[in-house]
């Protein structure tokens, strides 16, 4: 796979310098470099589709996650190419081409082995979750009532605009969501730091039980996520509540 990015970014230089300036490159030259990208391309696919689905389904995601943005971003270079005048190296063709190198040089930080894998996207759904708590810590501190200092309105009821700020109630409500985030972010912590010193790879039942740990932290993280955002005022009590559940 290593190799196959590293020809795949070559191509890509190639084929940008051949039509950073005039003359138009010449038919037959053209179709030596299309021929040139298409096999880069069609050998980064056929490195990915070698990969074993008994490696573990967390590592072959991240390799064809990674396979794929190649693959994009040598569209979008050609397509950059295809539309922008032969006059001269146009900022889009230059960006295009940084994309093909920034997403070949990504082979090089891929996991190796399931275990990897998985520790990787433990750690990126303990980030995710880690940025809702510290939002919602920073929105609480910020979030104090603007109207206290002022007088229920006698025939309404109510102060200022409550859309802008928690009430008394939201805010019993929201100490257990918080805990509810803390314990989220505490239990992801500690399986992160078991996988990375005692997980293990070696064996069909161990690269399962990987996968089965990072498709729960999956579906974690994004529901942290939703309930910090059913947080903010105006608060839907019932909106949290189906989101703690």
């Not at 310098?17 to 299309?34: H, I, N, V, Y």
């Not at 072959?60 to 050609?78: C, F, H, N, S, Y």
């Not at 998985?118 to 109207?147: F, N, T, W």
Request: aromatic share 4%; proline share 4%; glycine share 4%.
């Amino acid at each position: 796979l290593d190799q196959t990015f590293k020809a795949t970014s070559q191509e890509a230089t190639k084929l940008s310098l051949a039509f950073s300036r005039p003359p138009l490159t010449s038919a037959e030259d053209c179709r030596k470099l299309s021929e040139d990208v298409q096999n880069a391309i069609l050998a980064v696919a056929t490195v990915y589709y070698w990969l074993p689905k008994g490696q573990g389904t967390t590592l072959r995601k991240m390799v064809r996650d990674a396979t794929t943005e190649v693959v994009e971003g040598m569209i979008q270079l050609t397509e950059t190419i295809l539309s922008a005048p032969l006059e001269s190296l146009s900022q889009e063709q230059l960006i295009s081409t940084g994309g093909v190198w920034e997403a070949c040089e990504q082979v090089s930080n891929l996991p190796r082995d399931n275990q990897a894998a998985v520790a990787s996207a433990l750690a990126a759904c303990l980030g995710v979750v880690k940025d809702a708590l510290e939002e919602m810590e920073r929105a609480l501190v910020e979030g104090q009532d603007p109207y206290s200092d002022i007088m229920e309105d006698e025939e309404l009821g109510f102060r200022g605009n409550r859309d802008t700020y928690w009430s008394e109630a939201d805010r019993k409500l929201l100490s257990s969501c918080m805990g509810l985030m803390k314990a989220s972010k505490a239990c992801l912590k500690k399986v992160l730091g078991v996988v990375k010193a005692h997980g293990k790879a070696d064996s069909p039942e161990q690269i399962a039980q990987l996968d089965d740990l990072a498709d729960i932290a999956n579906e974690i993280s994004p529901s942290v996520d939703e309930l910090a955002l059913s947080m903010y005022p105006p608060m839907n009590q019932l909106a949290v509540r189906l989101n703690v559940s």
